[in-house]
C-alpha cells in the first residue's frame, strides 16, 4: 500500500511541516541536573535528518517546587537549561527540522523512589481515587502555576521552536484536573461535569496564547486513560468529549494530540462498530480542530509493556494509511519505532520496509 498520504505537507498557522509524521514526546531522564546538553541536541537532530515532519520533545519541566517526578527530567526555565533548549532547537533547525518542547507538570505522580525535595501539588491532594499524596493547590499555586506554564511557552517561541506543546494526559497535573477521580475540589476549579473540571486547562491554554500570540501553533495532549487507572474514561459519549475539548479549543488550543495506547481502538464502537473513528477521529469531528493520533504505530505491541520488558515486532502501516486516506485524523505521532531507529521516517517513505527495526525495551535507556 502507498505511504504518500503520510508525506503530504500541512501548514499549522505559519508552520510548515514536510509530512504528517510526528516524533512523539518520550521521557529520556537524560539531562543531568535538568539541563539538555549537546548529547540531547544530537538525539534530536538525528530525527531531524531522518525526515520527521514535526518533533515534539520529551517532557520538559515548568518553574514549580516539584514540577518533575525523575531527576534527569530537564527543565524548561532557567538560564542554563534555556540555553540548552537553545543548542537542540537550533540544531534540529540546521538539519531542517520542525520542533516543539512538551510542557509538563507531573502533578502528584510517582516515578520510582525519587522524590523532589517540595511536597507535590494536585488539585486535591490525590495520586489516585483514595490515594493521598502530597498537597492541594491552593489558589495561589494555581495562578503561579498557569503563569509557569505561560513563561515557559513564551520562552519557547523566544528561543526560535516552531510549536509548543502542553502535556495535559496521562494523569499528571492538567489530567489530574480534569478526572473526577483525583479533583474532588468544591470550587471554581472542580465540579461535577468535565466541562466545569475542564477549567484549568483552559485557563493554562487561554494564558499561553495570551504570552505567544496569536500566530504561534499551540498543541494539547490529551487522554481518557491515565497511567494510574488504564480503564478512566473522562468522556463516555461523544456529547461529554465535546464538553471537555471545546472549552480547550476555544481558550486556544490549535491541535488536540489524542493519546490512546492502540490507534486503531474505536472510541465509541457502541455507535459506528468495530472500525469507527478513534480518539483524535472523533476529537477532529467534534472540534473542527487538527488532530494527532499516536498509538502502538507500526509495531506490535503497546508502549506500556515496554517498561515491564516487552519487545515489539514491526507491524503493518495499512491500517494507519487506510484512516489517514479517509482523513480520520491529520497528523500521527510515533514513538518507538523512531527511538530505536532515527531513520524511521525515511525508510517509509523510500518503502524499505525490510531495513525497519523492531522495539526492544532496552532503548528506553538509551539516547541513541
Known sequence: ??????????????????????????????????????????????????????????????????????PGIPFFHGGAALAGWKQVIDAVHEAGGRMGPQLWHTGSTISGTWVPDAPVESPSGLLAPDQPRGVAMSEEDIADT??????????????????????????????????????????????????????????????????????????????????????????????????????????GADVLHCSQRRFWVPEFPELDGEAGLNFAGWAKKLTGATTISVGSVGLSGEFIAAFSGESSQVASLDGLIQRMEREEFDLIAVGRALLVDAQWAAKVQANDTASLKAFHASALGELA
Do not use: C
Request: proline share 6%; no cysteine.
Open 1 to 70: 500500500m502507498s505511504t504518500d498520504v503520510l508525506f503530504r505537507p500541512l501548514k499549522l498557522k505559519g508552520v510548515e511541516l514536510k509530512n504528517r509524521i510526528v516524533m512523539a514526546p518520550m521521557t529520556r531522564s537524560k539531562a543531568p541536573g535538568g539541563v539538555p546538553g549537546a548529547l540531547n541536541a544530537a538525539y534530536y537532530r538525528r530525527r531531524a535528518e531522518g525526515d520527521v515532519g514535526l518533533i515534539l520533545s520529551e517532557g520538559t519541566v515548568v518553574d514549580r517546587p516539584a514540577s518533575r517526578n525523575e
Open 146 to 251: 498557569v503563569a509557569a506554564f505561560a513563561r515557559a511557552a513564551a520562552d519557547a517561541r523566544r528561543l526560535g521552536f516552531d510549536v509548543a506543546e502542553i502535556h495535559g494526559a496521562h494523569g499528571y497535573l492538567i489530567d489530574q484536573f480534569f478526572w473526577p477521580g483525583t479533583n474532588q475540589r468544591q470550587d471554581r476549579w472542580g465540579g461535577a461535569t468535565i466541562k466545569e473540571r475542564s477549567r484549568f486547562a483552559a485557563e493554562v491554554v487561554a494564558a499561553i496564547r495570551a504570552a505567544v500570540g496569536p500566530d504561534f501553533p499551540l498543541i494539547l495532549r490529551v487522554s481518557q486513560w491515565k497511567q494510574q487507572d488504564f480503564a478512566a474514561r473522562l468522556a463516555t459519549t461523544p456529547q461529554e468529549m465535546a464538553d471537555w475539548l471545546q472549552p480547550l479549543v476555544d481558550a
